[in-house]
């Protein structure tokens, strides 16, 4: 019956064929989660919005205070928060924009759009919150200038950092996951984090895999940058970071990154 509804004979796949098929996952247009950094013209004519990276959503009080006093000035004295904790500056005049930004970096934020250092979200962790096991603003930091100057990236990266399986930063949406847990190093322990790939949303939806399990946070920079290494050399043109892990089995991604700690 589904031959007639097909107009077409079914065709009997052999068990390579099927593995073939099954591994068969078309390259996805890149994101543009962090488009929002630099300056955009609003709907509003004349008016523009200035997206400012903030590392991990963490601001001096001299930071906030500054560009609470910049909105004021050439704004209108609306801060706008992001998912991505970055934070937006809006109905700015494009006379404005040049100071403005000179402003905002002078306070030490930057407005360049960063593949890495613009989508890199965090938790509280373990300064603020009980139930972390991990310095999860610390460390994204730290993994942010350590993959910027080594890994620069030609599409958006999104890595989340989360303390506890509450998943706050929700680790298993991201391009990369890092869920916090102490691991066992000699009598005592250390901080370290579970490590996930390829997790998306919206139309890209998909619950990240895991490649790693318990990696001290010494050796997570390292296996970072190679993995990060491996798709900016191996991954097809325009191919999202998320479609080149979900088209590599689990086990080809654990000797890459293990194939890191070893390199050490
Ligand atoms: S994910 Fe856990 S550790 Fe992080 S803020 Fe939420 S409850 Fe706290």
Same mark, same amino acid.
């Given at each position: ?123 509280? #962790? ?56 102490q691991v066992k190093s000699g009598d005592t322990t250390k ?6 790939? #390829? ?36 991954s097809w043109p325009q191919e999202s970071f998320q479609s ?21």
């Amino acid at each position: 019956a589904v031959e007639e509804d097909l107009n077409s004979p079914l065709i009997k796949l052999n068990a390579s064929e099927i593995t073939l098929l099954r591994s068969w996952n078309p390259p996805q247009p890149v994101a543009t989660e962090h488009a929002h950094i630099g300056s955009h013209p609003q709907k509003q004519e004349g008016l523009f919005y200035v997206g400012i990276g903030i590392p991990a959503g963490v601001l001096t009080p001299e930071q906030l205070n500054g560009l609470a006093d910049l909105s004021d000035r050439f704004g209108n004295g609306e801060l706008r928060l992001t998912v991505w904790q970055n934070l937006l500056i809006p109905n700015v005049t494009k006379e404005d924009l040049d100071s403005l930004t000179r402003e905002v970096v002078a306070l030490g934020l930057h407005v360049e759009p960063s593949n890495i250092r613009s989508g890199v979200i965090a938790c509280t #962790g373990n300064s603020y919150c009980k139930f972390a096991s991990a310095n999860t603003k610390g460390h994204a930091r730290e993994l942010m200038d350590y993959l910027e100057e080594r890994c620069p990236m030609e599409c958006p990266i999104n890595i989340h950092l989360t303390g506890c399986s509450h998943s706050c930063a929700q680790h298993y949406i991201g391009d990369i996951g890092l869920l916090a847990t102490q691991v066992k190093s000699g009598d005592t322990t250390k901080e370290g984090y579970h490590v996930f790939v #390829g997790g998306g949303f919206g139309d890209k939806k998909e619950i990240g895999r895991q490649i790693a399990k318990a990696v001290a946070f010494d050796d997570l920079p390292l296996m970072l940058e190679r993995l990060l290494k491996k798709f900016n050399s191996d991954s097809w043109p325009q191919e999202s970071f998320q479609s080149f892990t979900q088209r590599q089995s689990v086990e080809t991604m654990e000797d890459w990154i293990h194939a890191a700690t070893e390199m050490k």
